[in-house]
């Protein structure tokens, strides 16, 4: 099957610094992708491409047989690609309700926003007990939750995580991956999680994208051999590495 999501050879500089070259991954429909790497690898800059908030200096990014590199990131989300930035960023002077609400700016159904937002309470009845409250007294993990409701509020088909057990305690590491895997089954999204909790995010994946730099020991630790100068993205399957 043609993959849904597709970068070619992605190549992006922040001023003179080159950060990311030859980033190659492809996502199917319907699957959880994880992609891997460490601190600085460039895993937030290859989300940043594909919700166009960076336009690269070279390569494609293909959704839906269509090139939406250099498109507007408005444009992108009402293609269907929503991103849960890191960091958590919320509208903290707004209440939990405002922050969901926020999340379907873009659309004019509004009958339908407003089921919606019962939909996202169902999925996070934590939510809907602090509905009423500003986000900001909201705990790590439940500002987790909110902007990953916030997001799926475009009705996305496809949904870039950036990081989401970062910082959290294990009990809602846990908590947050099984939504995203409901949302997967559930409202069939196709999911673009990337993580640090390599061990979790490979529980969930079905296959994944490990970000290299030249760095022998990462390399190592990853895919089990020393290549010196390699750089790019390798793909894996959980069986090979991970036994
Ligand atoms: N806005 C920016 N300006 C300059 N350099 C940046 C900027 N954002 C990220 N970088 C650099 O680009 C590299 C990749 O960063 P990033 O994509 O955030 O990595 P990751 O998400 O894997 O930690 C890092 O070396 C980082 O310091
Ligand atoms: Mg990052």
Redesign the pocket.
Known sequence: MAPILETKNLEVS??P?N??KGISIGIEEGKIVTIL????????????TISGLIVPDKGTVTYKGKAIQGMEPEEIVKMGISQVP?GREIFQDLSVYKNILMGGFTRKDKKEVEKDIDRMYSYFPLLKERSNQYADTLSGGEQQMLVIARALMSRPHMLLL??PSLGLAPAFVKKIFGIIKQINEEEKTTILL?EQNAKMALELASHGFI?LRKNPDVQEFYLGVREEGIRGTRRWKKKKVWR
């Open positions: 922040y001023g610094v950060v990311t790497g460490a601190n600085g690898s460039g895993k937030t800059t290859i989300l940043r890191e950036d990081e990337v970000v």
